[in-house]
Each structure stands twice: as C-alpha cells, then as structure tokens.
C-alpha cells in the first residue's frame, strides 16, 4: 500500500522542494512536477481501493504491482476526476445554505469514492449508493471520521515535535532551506503511513455498512436535493468568477 502511494507523493515533494530554490527554471519545473503529482494522486485513489479490495477477498494471489495497480487508477481516472468536481459543486451550492447542510451532505457521500471503484456506479449514482449505505447510522459514520481526523491530526501534530526537536538540536532556523526539507521527509514518511491506513480504514468502514446497510432506503429526497445543490452551486461560481473578472477589470 506504501508503494502505491509513494509514487505521486515523492513527484509531489520533489515539486515543493524545487520551490526552495527561487529560480525561474526551478519554478517551471515545480509547476510541471506538482502536475503530474496531482495526476498520480487521482489515479493513485482508485488504485490503492482496487488493491485493498482484491486482498480482503482474496482475489489478489498475493501480488499487488504499481504497473497493475496504476493501470486500474487510470481507468478510472476521467470517473473520479468527474464525480470529485460534482461534489466539490454540491459542496458550493450546500455551503450557501450555511455550514450544516454541507457536513451533512459530505458525510451521506463520504463512501462516494468506494462505490465508484468496488461497484463501478458512477456520477450520481456513485452519491446515492453512498446514502443508501450511510442512511439510519449518520452519526456513527460522522463519529468514526471524526476520529479519523483527529488520528491524522495527532500524527501531524507529533512531527511537527520532532522537526521542532531536531532544529533545536542541530541549531538552524525554521525558515532555513535544510529545515524545508527536513520537513518535507517527515511529512513525506507520516503521508506513507497515514494514507493507506485512511484507505484501509475506511474501506473497513464501508464493508461494514454496506454488510448492515438499511432495506428499502429511498433516495428521492436526497437526489433532488443534490440537484438544487448542483444548480446553486454552478451559479455561485458563476456569481463568483463574474464578481473577479468585475474587480480586475474595474482594478
């Protein structure tokens, strides 16, 4: 699981490191590498899903390769790519209507990602199937994500000490180029371990859900308000680029 993850990470942090050289050249480079980062962490999620699921059921051999791992990540790339800007709209348009819908949307969709992988429902459906599985257990869901965070945070928090430790030790400022990337190698080796524990952990909660998931959950409700959220959240980006352009331009 490490393995899978490390491939876009280290693209990543070799981008950021890059940019603690302030040079036009290191700059383009930087911006080139985060690219392709950001193109191997979307293809990265469905892969690393993918493998989690073929090793509980078994259906792995035993052998889990990036070549095969990576090649089922970019089958799905375009899918994830599709249903993550769908829920970053429904998000926009559920925030209008203050903070609460939106964390109550984002917990019945939380599982949106392992459908779309295990069961291969996409777009809406990939939403839906989530609330069917999320419908009666809302709080657990939203308690055991909960505690996710704060596990993540706790990790965050514990090598942000040790950079801290290891700069008052050998001497050198927070603000020094070998203190980025004494920070960038902690951060890279915490994201080995945090990510696929996520992944893991999360997987476990969705087989979970979906082993006890509710009969008969009707998603009427829950489509149409996906849809008003949709619609209001395409029209508050369009408010909002409009209101940009309209400040530049009067700038």
Do not use: C
């Amino acid at each position: 699981m490490a393995g899978l993850v490390f491939v876009p990470l280290i693209i990543m942090y070799a981008g950021n490191a890059l940019l603690l050289v302030p040079d036009i050249t290191t700059v383009i480079l930087s911006v080139f590498f985060s690219l392709i980062g950001m193109i191997a962490v979307i293809a990265m999620q469905p892969a690393i899903i993918n493998a989690i699921h073929s090793i509980s059921n078994g259906s792995s051999s035993g052998t889990i390769t990036l070549k095969s791992q990576y090649a089922v990540g970019f089958r799905y790339f375009w899918a994830v790519v599709f249903v993550a800007v769908l829920q970053a709209v429904i998000l926009t348009g559920s925030v209008m209507f203050f903070v609460l819908p939106a964390i109550i949307i984002s917990i019945f969709s939380s599982m949106y990602l392992f459908v779309l992988v295990i069961e291969d429902k996409r777009g809406f459906s990939a939403f839906t199937e989530s609330y069917t599985l999320v419908a009666g257990r809302w709080w657990g869901v939203f308690g055991r994500i909960l505690f996710l965070g704060i596990f993540n945070s706790i990790g965050y928090i514990i090598v942000a000490g040790l950079v801290l430790i290891i700069e008052t030790i050998i001497g050198i400022d927070s603000k020094t180029v070998l203190s980025s990337l004494i920070n960038l190698v902690f951060h890279l080796g915490l994201s080995l371990v945090l990510v696929p524990v996520s992944m893991i952990y999360i997987y476990g909660l969705y087989r979970s859900l979906k082993e006890t998931r509710l009969a008969d959950v009707s998603t009427v409700w829950f489509k149409r308000w996906l849809v008003v959220f949709v619609i209001i959240g395409v029209l508050g980006i369009i408010a909002l680029v409009g209101m940009s352009g309209g400040f530049l331009l009067s700038s």
